[in-house]
């Protein structure tokens, strides 16, 4: 059964492109907004966490912080991250887990790939309770970042 707004989000740790481990807890008491993506390198993804870089300032004006989840390796994440210059942290779900919790997960995918996270957006209150939840099943759509941002600014 698909996540739905007022379900508890489902908790991870994962590593971050710097190598540290960072849980949903490290942001309790904090406004989230989870990004999971297909893989880096890549058009629409590129597309997307490039106007979240250049929209950051929103965000915190918000009271919001940022992750973006993908299945991509640490290596692979800090190097699109570097090459990108992305203000927020790059998250590796490599064992799929997390991807799998918030049913954000192609099990398979063009060209035989099995397991890539499915875009979608997620916005966790400083409760760790979701306000926000939309998985999207075409990997060149992009996240309703209107709806995502008037969920977020009720949350202040």
């Known amino acids: 059964m698909a996540l739905q707004p007022g379900d508890k989000a489902?908790?991870?740790?994962?590593?971050?492109?710097e190598k540290e481990e960072i849980s949903l807890a490290n942001y309790a008491g904090k406004n989230l907004l989870i990004l999971f993506f297909p893989q880096a390198f890549t058009g629409t993804c590129t597309k997307e966490l490039c106007d979240?870089?250049?929209?950051?300032v929103n965000y915190q004006n918000m009271g919001c912080d940022v992750v973006a989840i993908s299945v991509d390796s640490l290596f692979t994440l800090a190097k699109y991250k570097e090459v990108n210059a992305f203000p927020f942290p790059?998250?590796?779900d490599f064992n799929?887990?997390?991807s799998r919790a918030y049913g954000s997960i192609f099990?398979?995918?063009i060209n035989n790939m099995k397991g890539v996270s499915k875009r979608s957006a997620f916005v966790v209150d400083g409760e760790g309770t979701?306000?926000?939840a939309e998985v999207l099943e075409k990997a060149g759509d992009l996240p309703n970042?209107?709806?995502?941002?008037?969920?977020?600014?009720?949350?202040n």
């Open 130 to 132: 979701l306000r926000y």
């Open 145 to 155: 970042f209107e709806a995502i941002n008037a969920t977020i600014a009720t949350l």
């Open 10 to 17: 489902p908790s991870f740790t994962l590593f971050n492109s």
């Open 90 to 92: 790059l998250l590796s």
């Open 52 to 56: 979240m870089r250049d929209n950051i």
């Open 96 to 98: 799929k887990e997390t």
């Open 107 to 109: 099990e398979e995918w």
